[in-house]
């Protein structure tokens, strides 16, 4: 793992140093990542945006309908994504700066999916709008409308994996569940059912531990420690999963914040369980 300030920056923004790009000749395009949560209907919008920030919706624009056979948070269909990426305004070769009012919850599925659809240098303000206003810096009242580009995507240019995979990284590898952990540990829910759990053989690694409380990631080295401590090592695949396709890019971004590259299962629990033949593990341990 690399804990060099070169690595971070390549993947994590300060405001300070998304400020001094944006007073460079070329300035990054900003996304806004403002959405309605659809399971506690918070609304992340503030009214406030980072200069030139255009508006994205991450349960709309960067996911397609759930699908019990895809699950709830598929990865959007390409053509979709392709016309969205033009309204954005996003050109080949152009730096991506995401932020979010959510600890990077969703603008980290942003940063995966533009990485999928052939995006190079896709990066995440580090701590989102409330890091950007406690430094001082200036917010504009309404987003950008950028002029539409003419941008053709390739998507499949990030790892990912399904669940005939999952076995490869609990034979070869980790695979870490960013779920809370009580969600990994699983247990009966009210109306009976319960497919709740762990995928077997995964390690819980929720990914609110790589955060600090007031938002931000935590140091690099601290981050280089936690995934040491789950077990992650130098040349060892790394799979990630969570409920939906959500957590697991946030903790795909942690990884790659110390130079651990790692693959993600976009169906993630939300697939896995609508298969009743596939096992489901519950309590504490892998």
Sequence with gaps: MRTDHETRSKVLLTPAELW???QSPQPPRVLAVQSINP????????????????DVDAYCELAAPARPDLGQRPLPEPEMLQANMRRWG???????????????????????????????DVRVLDGGLPAWQAAGLPVAQIAETPQPSDINIKTGMMAQFDAESVSDFVRDGMLLDARIRPNYIGGPVEGGDPRRGHIPG???????????DPGPFADSATLAELFRGLGITDGRPVGVYCGAGMSAAHTVLALAAVGVQAAMYPGSWSQWVNDPA?????????
């Design 202 to 212: 995964a390690v819980s690694a929720p990914t609110l531990d790589t955060l600090t």
């Design 278 to 286: 596939r096992p489901v593990q519950r309590g504490p341990h892998p």
């Design 90 to 120: 996003l050109t080949p070769g152009q730096t991506v700066v995401l932020y979010d009012n959510d600890r990077a919850m969703t603008a980290a599925r942003g940063w995966w999916v533009l990485k999928w659809a052939g995006m190079q």
């Design 20 to 22: 001094a790009m944006l």
């Design 39 to 54: 399971y506690t209907g918070t609304n992340s919008r503030t009214g406030a945006w980072v200069p030139g920030a255009v």
